[in-house]
DNA sequence: AAAAATGCCAACCGCAGAGTA
DNA sequence: TTACTCTGCGGTTGGCATTTT
């Protein structure tokens, strides 16, 4: 018997958004919370299947996604990261915790990939005269690189292992985050339609019975704590109190590291709306939006300083890349 | 101004792993 | 243990927008 197919073919519809999905969509994970997204298609009436609910709420509609231009330092470290990760855009998507996997995976390869492409072509007219050293010493490279990402892997996972209990190094590194800025100003023909969306929520929002911090108040409150560590903050007494607790957290946690950029990212005026804004990074762990970057620098930084024979490696991930800035 | 080429990105597809009965 | 469902992930593509000819 072969894989069943996702979702039904028949009677599935395809294509992009249209702003009244995108509002039942909101709406009903507004009050229901993200998750179970078997259940979205039925229970909103979307000719969506799961699959599609969850990617467009995962990519477009989730509160905190940072659209439009992507900054010098973050393509520093989608580049550092890739060099690091491979094609794992999740992984590195956690490190950026505005932007999508989706995102990063088309930025990459649509302007990275052709910008190291024309780097390394560069390098190589450059370098002619001495291309069977580089050749080798690439070779050798490479194996240090492999033994440098098992080692880097291991150390990671330690890492986030003892990021488990309470970091008081977090907050502190959190400030020295350089403030991923984005003049997003970019203008595509969705943004009128998610201005849509935004009036017609908030006519939802005026119109609804219950607010929506009622509302989530209400909702099953794990579905707000996907993530495991903010889970653990509230999920012992889904009480009214815990759930507020997360939420001060959220915002506390998001207004600290991204407090400037928050209040320059112009895109999804909606989300803005505070009571929206409850959704933050539900999909990101608390661990990881408040100390992404110390972490990879602390990598990219500390354990190349701390191997002094692996010290090339750094010399290695930024020089193919420092001249492209 | 129109056609062709290219760029870009939202969305789809299929696989894999985790969870569950 | 097994079969099944659900979700997450990465690769790919279709179609719109922009640029070039």
């Not at 911090?213 to 909702?219: G, K, P, R, T, V």
């Not at 990879?296 to 020089?319: C, I, S, T, V």
């Amino acid at each position: 018997m072969g894989r069943p197919p996702c979702c039904d073919k028949i009677g599935v519809k395809k294509g992009p958004w249209t702003p009244e999905e995108d509002i039942i969509l909101v709406s009903y994970i507004q009050e229901h919370g993200p998750g179970n997204w078997r259940a979205v298609p039925t229970n909103t009436g979307l000719l969506r299947c799961s699959k599609s609910c969850r990617l467009r709420w995962t990519n477009y509609l989730r509160p905190g996604i940072k659209r439009g231009n992507f900054t010098e330092h973050e393509e520093k470290m989608i580049i550092h990261l890739q060099a690091l990760l491979g094609n794992r855009w999740a992984a590195i998507a956690s490190y950026l915790p505005q932007r999508t996997d989706n995102d990063i995976k088309n930025y990459w390869n649509t302007h990275l990939k052709k910008k190291l492409g024309k780097m390394k072509g560069h390098e190589e007219n450059g370098e002619k005269g001495n291309s069977s050293d580089s050749k080798s010493i690439s070779k050798g490279q490479w194996e240090r690189r492999l033994q440098t990402d098992i080692h880097m892997a291991k150390q990671a996972l330690c890492e986030a292992l003892s990021l488990d209990k309470p970091n008081p190094n977090a907050v502190e590194s959190n400030s020295n985050l350089p403030v991923v800025q984005t003049p997003t100003t970019t203008t595509t023909t969705y943004a009128s339609s998610t201005e849509n969306i935004a009036r017609l929520l908030q006519n939802w929002m005026k119109k609804s019975p219950m607010n929506s911090s009622e509302a989530a108040i209400s909702s099953d409150s794990s579905s707000f704590n996907n993530n495991p560590s903010v889970g653990l903050m509230s999920s012992s007494s889904p009480s009214e109190g815990a759930i507020s607790t997360t939420f001060l957290s959220f915002n506390s946690s998001n207004s600290e590291s991204q407090s400037q950029s928050q209040s320059e990212v112009d895109h999804e005026a909606m989300f803005e709306v505070p009571e929206t804004r409850i959704f933050q990074d539900e999909r990101k762990p608390v661990m990881e939006t408040q100390m992404p970057l110390s972490l990879l620098e602390k990598w990219l930084l500390d354990d190349a300083a701390a191997q002094g024979q692996e010290g090339d490696f750094m010399d290695m991930a930024l020089g193919e890349t420092a001249d492209l800035f």
